[in-house]
């Protein structure tokens, strides 16, 4: 008898990567396509949806379905999000896809949705007050910019919607995705804003509504030629990419919290009932009948490996080394890691890093390791922003390329006082996608959950309160040294 597996698909930032999985969890198979960002404009960030997105996905496919031969059960793909590429009725792209926050062009058009809609009737609808990340801004932009873009578009796709319609012809968008489409979405409704996706983005048909766990449609023949997955395979509606690596490590129940260590630190906090919050985005949850908080900071890894190359330190063993030996406090360092602006929990675009304290005795060690406490402040504003807007977190998750430095998680758990689950293996979205597909075609469970965790960080109490008393400088820290910094920056350049 054959085995049945699970594809799971993930449209990432820098890379696609699938999974081929037994309905057990067991991994039998992965593939993996870098791809590179296209930037051409200050402000812009793009992706061609055919060469890139399109593409990828056929490789990593066709690399797979051979090991998957007549086992395949289903298909699911998450991506990148919220991001947006208007298709004409063939779904060929008109244009590259617009970017997530990190693509910053509609800002005019932020400004003028906060004052014709108001910002607290947007916030207390949609959940999530506008920003760069919010995509109904950016599809203005491309009604009033791109008109004739906008004319011949028959829909609109973020990276999974497109997979899917590529793969099954359906045109879908899942709940949770939606609730990231600023302002047209209606989080108490869980249904489109008609009314105000008249006033922004009139004229194109509405992608219908999913579950990410719900079966939408089947593989055509002409996408089973493309891909080589069987013709009549089941296609699950998916998500964008966080909400599906959350899934993969079991953050589904009020409480839970993935604590995301990778370039930037991102947070998903699953609550049963969800208060809008200024500071954070309010969505729909990957399971029906949930929600999530959620917030990201601007930096993580990036800052770290940032202070590796800027201290001439080629191996981390040893700069960790020198970190380790350094004490709490890091012998008087305070660090604000706003190197690129801040999200959550400040929303200043303008802040910028600082070091506090620092004389000719300090060196890497202690740069190192301010660097780690001063994310971990970050963080613990964060998970004090979670427990206003619903309640206290429970149970946190911690994945991504940051929990191999253990260091980083010890000090993290001291400054925030919270316990860090680590998965055993974590793969990623893909993997959580793997197991939406064997929900959805009732393989498994429900309630299913793959993840086995190999250890838990528990705080130290004695460091936990060196930290509670230095912890109210770092907030100061910003406060007395915005409007410097701001200034800097209005200074022309020579």
Not at 76 to 105: K, M, N, Q, W
Not at 408 to 437: C, F, H, K, M, N
């Amino acid at each position: 008898m054959i085995e049945p597996t699970l594809l799971g698909i993930d449209i990432g930032t820098s890379a696609t990567k699938a999974v081929l999985v037994r309905a057990d969890g067991t991994m039998v198979g992965e593939a993996r396509r870098d791809h590179a960002l296209s930037l051409p404009r200050p402000g812009w960030a793009e992706f061609d949806a055919e060469t890139v997105w399109w593409q990828d996905v056929r490789a990593v496919c066709q690399e797979l379905a051979p090991v998957a031969g007549n086992s395949l059960a289903g298909v699911c793909v998450s991506g990148i999000g919220p991001c947006v590429v208007p298709c004409d009725a063939h779904l060929t792209p008109l244009r590259p896809a617009i970017l997530y926050g990190i693509d910053t062009r509609a800002s005019a058009e932020v400004d003028e949705l906060n004052e014709r809609l108001g910002a607290d009737t947007i916030l207390a609808r949609g959940g999530s007050r506008l920003s760069s990340q919010a995509l109904g801004p950016k599809l203005l932009w491309l009604r009033r910019h791109e008109p004739e873009v906008w004319r011949k578009a028959q829909g609109w796709f973020m990276a999974s919607s497109f997979i899917v319609a590529r793969l099954t012809g359906e045109y879908i968008l899942d709940h949770h995705s939606a609730s990231q489409c600023d302002p047209l979405y209606d989080l108490d409704a869980s249904s489109w804003a008609l009314d105000w996706i008249d006033q922004i983005a009139p004229g194109v048909p509405l992608p219908r509504l999913t579950y990410p766990a719900e079966v939408v449609g089947v593989v055509t023949s002409t996408a089973s030629e493309a891909t080589g997955i069987p013709r009549g395979t089941p296609v699950i509606s998916g998500t964008i990419d966080s909400w599906a690596e959350a899934f993969s490590v079991g953050v589904r129940r009020p409480g839970d919290v993935m604590l995301s260590y990778g370039s930037t630190m991102f947070v998903i906090h699953v609550v049963e009932h969800a208060r809008p919050h200024p500071l954070l985005w309010t969505t729909q949850g990957v399971e029906a009948e949930t929600r999530t908080h959620a917030a990201g900071m601007s930096t993580g890894g990036s800052l770290t490996e940032w202070l590796r190359h800027l201290l001439g330190a080629p191996e981390w063993p040893a700069l960790l080394a020198e970190a380790r030996a350094t004490p709490p406090g890091a012998r008087g360092l305070l660090l604000l890691p706003y190197f690129a602006g801040e999200r959550t929990p400040i929303y200043d675009p303008l802040a910028r890093g600082i070091v506090a304290g620092l004389t000719l005795r300090h060196g890497r060690g202690e740069l190192l390791r301010a660097s780690y406490e001063g994310v971990a402040a970050g963080i613990r504003q964060i998970f004090t922003l979670l427990a206003e807007a619903a309640d206290t977190p429970t149970r946190v998750v911690a994945v991504g390329g940051g929990t191999n430095a253990e260091l980083w998680l010890q000090i993290v758990s001291d400054v925030t006082g919270e316990a860090q689950r680590i998965p055993e293996q974590t793969i990623g979205a893909a993997y959580g996608d793997a197991l939406l597909a064997a929900i959805a075609v009732e393989l498994v469970a429900a309630e299913t959950d793959w993840t086995c965790h190999a250890r838990i960080v528990t705080p130290n109490e004695q460091t936990r309160g060196i930290y509670n008393e230095l912890y109210p400088r770092y907030s100061e820290l910003y406060t007395a040294t915005a409007n410097i910094v701001h200034n800097l920056q209005e200074q022309p350049e020579p």
